[in-house]
């Protein structure tokens, strides 16, 4: 699994690579910039730095074990660029360590399809997360050209040999699907507050085309929305029985005494 993950650290770094992280750290920026708390945790993927937006004062950068070796030198590195968040602690995905209720946000960037363990993960975050808080996902959409080209390489069954498809993503965990993790989201009690698909460009490895295919995000976003090669979805933490109450400090009007009738002895 390090071996993977050390090739999707590398996968980042190219044209497409470069294309969907510019897409997705918009997508990020947008959706952390208005939520207000104590503490944010984003787990794995350093190359984006998802929590840059938002303002809550307590924010981390935690990596699951299986990246420990392959730690990105800018998010680890003492002269990180302003604004960059620096790991703060590689844990198991899987079993965070942080008490019940503690974080008000926690974003995962690829972090399910890449875990041993997605639905334990996803439990975890469901643990940490205080009533109300939200969960931020991204993910790869297997129904997409992306996934399509994926799935004929790997059906092949000859994945690198000469004359073959070569894999287009990286080869790494198993990717899921938007429908499969709102099933598993719903079963947690969370609630999908928005999603959205971007990246509707073809396949290519190369700049030059995927310049040139760039009308079909406009196109795909208006005609085929749902087959965007990567998906973006905020959820909310519901707790039943639960019902927030609203500011103390409003102050209450006092009510006009009723009027009390004088008796007249003439």
Not at 166 to 194: C, H, K, M, Q, T
Not at 235 to 261: F, Y
Request: net charge positive.
């Amino acid at each position: 699994m390090t071996e993977k993950l050390t090739g999707l650290t590398e996968w980042f770094q190219t044209p497409p690579g470069q294309y969907l992280l510019g897409w997705e750290q918009t997508q990020f920026d947008l959706a952390v910039a208005d939520l207000f708390g104590y503490n944010a945790m984003q787990l794995g993927l350093p190359e984006l730095q998802t929590l840059q937006a938002n303002r809550m004062p307590h924010r981390w950068l935690a990596l699951p074990e299986e990246l420990q070796s392959v730690l990105a030198a800018d998010a680890g590195e003492p002269d990180a660029a302003p604004g960059q968040l620096r790991v703060a602690l590689v844990t198991d995905a899987a079993a965070l360590p942080f008490p019940a209720a503690s974080l008000d946000l926690v974003v995962l960037p690829h972090t399910l399809e890449f875990s041993a363990d997605p639905h334990q993960v996803l439990r975890e975050v469901e643990r940490v997360l205080v009533p109300e808080g939200r969960v931020v996902i991204s993910g790869f959409n297997p129904a997409s050209l992306w996934g399509l080209r994926q799935g004929r390489a790997r059906l092949s069954g000859r994945v690198g040999l000469p004359g073959t498809p070569n894999l287009f993503l990286p080869d790494a965990g198993e990717f899921i699907g938007p429908w499969r993790l709102r099933d598993w989201l719903r079963l947690l009690s969370f609630e999908v507050e928005s999603d959205r698909f971007g990246c509707y460009r073809p396949a290519m490895k190369t700049d030059k085309w995927l310049q040139r295919t760039a009308w079909m995000d406009r196109a795909g976003a208006r005609w085929w929305p749902i087959f965007g090669a990567v998906y973006f979805v905020v959820a909310v933490k519901r707790v039943r029985g639960m019902r927030l109450l609203g500011p103390a400090w409003k102050p209450r009007r006092a009510a006009s005494p009723a009027p009390v009738p004088v008796a007249n002895r003439r």
